[in-house]
DNA sequence: CTAAGCAATAATGTCGACATTATATATTAA
DNA sequence: TTAATATATAATGTCGACATTATTGCTTAG
């Protein structure tokens, strides 16, 4: 008796479009990987997975294919799919690679950005800059509330994330933007197994303000040179912290 | 009575690394649809493509759902698999991408590349060569084998194609080459669309020649300026020709 | 003649079942 | 005790079946 429980769900939803159970499964599988709730090179057993989702072999298996191509999963035949493993080789060519990208994604968006463009960019850093202060204010002993800190940091990577988005969407390419975010979702990878051993201290955070600064007057001022260098140097820094550590 | 037939072939080929059912249709799969055999925004209805590939639709799912991850196949929920929809937009994109990733594959191969990647780079021009001279021998008055020349033609679009690879794998990075490859791909597929139409004439043959030695100069010199805009010149010239073409 | 509603047909998405293959366990010999 | 083999168990890959949904064709009213 196959009956579409999405289709109920479904109907409590917004829009007429909606999702069949491979595609329900895909996202939170994958922030299952990229957050290390399945490690690298963990076996990702079929029955394991049908408990966690809900769901039946044929929409796990699809889902699964698709994040062969993002490389997050390894298939060998008859002996099951496994989570991508991890290495410093590729730690290293995702972290340059991206910081490529993301440098000519600003210089397209310098180039080609329109006024648009500009208020996104003041915009999101107007957002990013509010969340930084509410991670600043608070003491260095952990007085405050952990879950709301916690949910702070989170809203900050969101706002950050955001920001950086909007930089590079100038460019103008939905190819580009794509390669650049399936580059942030596997360096975001190796960025949480390094937080499952260390903390960010308040020094980082304080770093990364003045880069984000400067970075904002050199776009806004169509420097597309120093925008470059900025960015470049501002995507590599935590592959400083990440390519000596074993995970 | 679910036999895996795929496994008596694979004894007869090589390696102990079989495939499954997935595996195999995905390339050609992939193929029909780069090819042109499975025209744009078509609909990819399973009977057919059970017919065609003598599978199951389990398998077809899977590969399907690989090539939505790669953008050559949308699907939307309750009705079905359809090939990705080709606009000028995306020709554009594809392209000029295309443009700006391999040149800074090119680039990083100027500062990084060794000794065995310039000799690949010698190698693979000099079979390009070769290749070459078969097509320019041929008098422009078809008097010769079609079916060979068409072989002849193919064997040097396999050859240039494997020219530009050697050139770019000097950057050392798997996710630029993987980039390149993808983009490599999507443009084909307009490029072969554009062949049904139209026809090669020996011009632009002489003048991709002439670019290519030009090129070959540069790297070999480690000229990045030089090569970057040559790089640049030598992708963006096909798309000079397929931009005003109606599909 | 056109438009709308309805029935019939076809196609999709999911699951359970089954054959094949891999892995774990037990047994036996050296 | 250890190594090798045989057996048992578990997991994978594929297909057919079935409910749900979309599409097509037909009838009928305006």
């Known amino acids: ?19 069949n159970f491979a595609e329900q499964v895909i996202d939170q599988l994958k922030q299952d990987i990229l957050s290390g709730y399945f490690a690298p090179s963990e076996k ?28 997050l999963v390894v298939v060998e035949n008859q002996r ?3 989570v991508h493993p991890i290495s410093h080789e590729e730690l290293k060519d995702i972290y340059h690679t991206r910081a490529h990208i993301e440098a000519l994604c600003i210089s397209q968006a310098i180039q080609l950005g329109d006024d648009a463009w ?8 107007h957002q990013l800059k509010k969340s930084a202060r509410l991670l600043e204010q608070v003491p260095d002993n952990g007085t405050q509330n952990e879950e709301q800190q916690r949910l702070n940091i989170q809203l900050w990577e969101t706002r950050h994330q955001a920001f950086h988005h909007a930089a590079c969407n100038g460019c103008g390419s939905k190819h580009l933007m794509q390669v650049r975010k399936s580059l942030y979702e596997k360096a975001s990878r190796y960025r949480n197994l390094w937080l499952k051993q260390h903390m960010l201290n308040h020094a980082v955070f304080d770093a990364n303000q003045k880069e984000h600064e400067a970075l904002v007057t050199a776009l806004l001022a ?26």
């Open 44 to 71: 990702l057993k079929m029955t394991r997975l049908k408990q966690r989702y809900q769901v039946g072999v044929s929409p796990l298996r699809e889902a699964l294919s698709q994040l062969i191509v993002e490389q």
């Open 118 to 125: 500009e208020a996104s960019i003041v915009a999101a850093d």
């Open 1 to 19: 008796m196959p009956v579409n429980l999405n289709k109920i769900d479904a109907v409590t939803s917004s829009g007429p479009e909606t999702a």
């Open 222 to 247: 169509r420097n597309e040179t120093d925008a470059v260098i900025l960015i470049k140097h501002h995507l590599l820094e935590p592959y400083m912290l990440l390519k000596d550590t074993n995970f």
């Open 80 to 82: 099951g799919f496994t």
